[in-house]
């Protein structure tokens, strides 16, 4: 047992399935619920800490859970400092790799103790990284919609202040991608942001072809149009396309942003809180994304996302996909299309009756 500050003492780990307000659609599947796995560990000051992973598929829940359990039991008795157990878990799972279930596990854990510290003093996740919970631009995210058949959605999101809009594409030909985006233009009209996403949907020629008709609508970035693992494919699309790249909600931990901002394959990096390796994984990430002088987002994860973006140097937009929001007691609000991080720790209490009613 360590002698240094508090340890573990207890894990808990659950399966729920959150439906969505809005079935996400992409050009590679739908996701109609959200699936979570949530945990909880207690420390030996009696102090909780809480988090959740995303599953994307209901399939994936049994065995996340199981390793969330298995992983927990084996920390219990070490110490409650994310850092020292994110060394631990890299040492632990060396030989396997850490990317998949394992990492998402690893993630989680690391949110989860954050989030303990926090409220063992009181204070936000944000503050405890020296920096501030001020407000953080948002932009709406939707996924593959008709823009005419959803103005009505798009404009409550303009009502709420969102100053950026994304929407999925790629589910049909090229004509169906200029029909969608032109439609949203024309919507939502010349000063709102709009980013797509094609979700990795294309090869490097495809996308080439399909971006340079896609010029003249100001988009603000184009998100994942290659394989997130072709990082030559996606530096090629930067070169050709004429329009800005995004991608990184797929990097698995530092090391893969490292690789992709050698490659040159992106013009800002898109952090993904459960993938890069949690809190403690997003601020080296974010370091690396601060040399190279890239931009950094959010991908869902609105909860730990506003707190590390809170303390990103080049944090850019935080996108609002709010998964957990009906089994919270207190869902993060939007302000005049921005999001505030909320404490003590990451700021999040479970509702019981509602992880209940989502039980998986």
């Not at 780990?13 to 590679?28: G, H, S």
Request: aromatic share 6%.
């Amino acid at each position: 047992m360590s002698s240094f500050g508090p340890t573990v003492r207890a894990v808990r780990a659950r399966a729920v399935i959150v439906p969505r307000q809005r079935p996400m659609r992409t050009a590679v599947g739908v996701i109609p619920t959200a699936p979570l796995v949530l945990i909880d560990v207690e420390t030996s000051g009696g102090i909780p800490g809480s988090a959740y992973i995303f599953t994307y598929t209901e399939a994936a829940l049994k065995p996340t859970l199981a390793l969330v359990e298995t992983i927990g039991a084996e920390i219990i008795g070490q110490s409650a400092a994310p850092l020292e157990r994110l060394r631990a878990f890299d040492m632990r799972f060396r030989l396997l790799g850490t990317e998949g279930l394992v990492g998402m596990a690893i993630a989680g854990f690391d949110m989860a103790l954050w989030d303990a510290l926090g409220r063992a003093v009181g204070k936000s996740v944000a503050e405890l990284l020296g920096a501030e919970a001020k407000p953080i631009r948002a932009y709406d995210s939707f996924g593959v919609i008709d823009p005419r058949a959803e103005e009505a959605e798009l404009r409550r999101s303009l009502d709420r202040g969102f100053r950026g809009i994304k929407m999925k594409i790629g589910g049909g030909d090229v004509a169906a991608d200029i029909e969608a985006v032109r439609a949203l233009r024309a919507i939502v009209g010349p000063d709102i942001q709009v980013m797509v996403d094609y979700n990795q949907s294309l090869d490097a020629p495809e996308a080439c072809a399909r971006l340079a008709r896609l010029r003249d609508f100001d988009l603000h970035w184009v998100e994942e149009p290659v394989r997130a693992e072709d990082l030559a494919g996606h530096a090629r699309v930067r070169a050709e396309a004429g329009v800005k790249v995004q991608t990184g909600e797929s990097w698995w931990f530092p090391a893969d942003c490292a690789r992709a901002i050698a490659a040159g394959a992106s013009d800002f990096a898109m952090l993904d809180v459960m993938k890069i390796g949690g809190i403690s994984g997003w601020l080296r990430a974010a370091a690396l994304a601060e040399a190279a002088n890239l931009p950094v987002s959010s991908h869902a994860f609105i909860e730990a996302s506003a707190h590390a973006m809170a303390a990103t140097p080049t944090a850019h937009w935080i996108e609002y996909l709010d998964n957990a929001g009906p089994i919270l007691k207190a869902p993060l609000e939007v302000v005049d299309g921005t999001i505030t991080p909320s404490g003590p720790g990451l700021g999040m209490t479970w509702d019981e009756k509602a992880v209940a009613r989502y039980a998986a």
